[in-house]
């Protein structure tokens, strides 16, 4: 496995919005799915750059991390330790982290009925 890389979301879209298809083309599950897997799968540690975008949405956001974890792809101190976000807002930042984390509960809370 390479060590690192660096995934420009810019080069992606300016702007990343939406969920899935249902809300355009690039949206967070085609970036998830297409995108970070497979540097996931390559790389051991994946940046994730959204310095040049013109901003991003919750939902984009919770279906690229959250939908992470959802999927059973990667557990949740895993993508916290493999995946780091560059972002200029750490409020964002910390979003993310509670996407995960909230994905990582649910997941757990379900598998315990």
Same mark, same amino acid.
């Given at each position: 496995?390479?060590?690192? %890389? %660096?995934?420009?979301? *810019? ?6 919005? @939406? ?19 497979? &540097?996931?799968?390559?790389? #051991?540690?994946?940046?994730?750059? /959204? ?7 919750? *939902? /984009?956001?919770?279906?690229? /991390? @959250?939908?992470?974890?959802? #999927?059973?792809?990667?557990?949740? #101190? ?12 750490? #409020? ?10 909230? &994905? ?10």
């Amino acid at each position: 496995m390479k060590t690192e %890389t %660096t995934l420009d979301v *810019s080069e992606y879209t300016d702007l990343p919005i @939406g969920r899935n298809h249902l809300d355009g083309p690039k949206n967070g599950a085609d970036y998830r799915d297409n995108h970070v897997i497979p &540097a996931l799968d390559e790389y #051991s540690t994946v940046k994730i750059d /959204f310095t040049k975008t013109l901003g991003t949405t919750p *939902s /984009f956001l919770e279906e690229l /991390f @959250g939908g992470l974890i959802r #999927s059973g792809y990667i557990d949740t #101190s895993n993508l916290l330790n493999r995946v780091h976000v560059i972002y200029k807002y750490e #409020s964002v930042k910390n979003n993310i982290k509670k996407y995960i984390i909230e &994905a990582g509960d649910h997941l757990e809370k379900n598998r315990k009925k």
